[in-house]
Structures are given as C-alpha cells and as structure tokens.
C-alpha cells in the first residue's frame, strides 16, 4: 500500500488543486473529489497517493495527490474519466491546479 511521504529529493511528482469554494458547497466539492479519486483517479498509471483537506472556514479545499512522474499527471489530467470529475468540481469551485517540488522538509 503506497501512502504520502514528503521529502526533498524524492523522485515523486507532487500535484496540489487548491479550490476556492462557497462554504455552503464545501462538502459537496469534497463529495465529488473523493468519488473522482476512488472511481477513475486511483487507478490510473502512476498513482501513489491522494489527500483532500477542508479548510475550517469552508472556502477552500485542497486536494494533495503525488505521482510516480510528472507525465502521468498530465495522462490523468487529458483523461476524459478523470475530466469529468474535473469539469463537476469547476461547476461549483474555482480550481487553481499545479505541479509542485518538494524544497524544504522539517521535523520535530
């Protein structure tokens, strides 16, 4: 079982949505986000891990997914599957997707 491991270095393309939302649309986005990942985008190639977070205020919500590379982010993102999802969630949320590096880590 593949879970989220963040470490600078690591050869693991990290993508991070974030969503501006209505509060009042914040859990029905986070519907649509967990019933995307179980159905389609879980089971694409490259997949390790997703991470849905729910801001406390209700206007954001962001989903931190990582992939074995940055071109099996852009194969999920150009699957009509997974551009279904994406297209319910922009109906209600104003997405701001992008890759990201890792470049600092600390812990405790």
């Not at 490259?46 to 071109?71: C, E, H, K, M, T």
């Amino acid at each position: 079982m593949s879970e989220t491991v963040i470490r600078v270095d690591d050869q693991i393309a990290t993508f991070i949505n974030i969503f501006d939302v209505d509060p009042s649309k914040q859990q029905e986005l986070i519907a649509i986000l967990n019933e995307g990942t179980e159905k389609v985008i879980r089971h694409k190639p490259g997949f390790i891990s997703v991470n849905i977070l729910a801001s406390a205020d209700g206007s954001r919500v962001v989903n931190l997914a990582q992939w074995r590379s940055v071109d099996d982010i852009k194969a999920t993102q150009t699957d009509p599957e997974a551009q279904a999802f994406a297209k319910k969630a922009a109906e209600i949320a104003k997405a701001t997707p992008s890759p990201y590096k890792v470049v600092s880590v600390y812990h405790a």
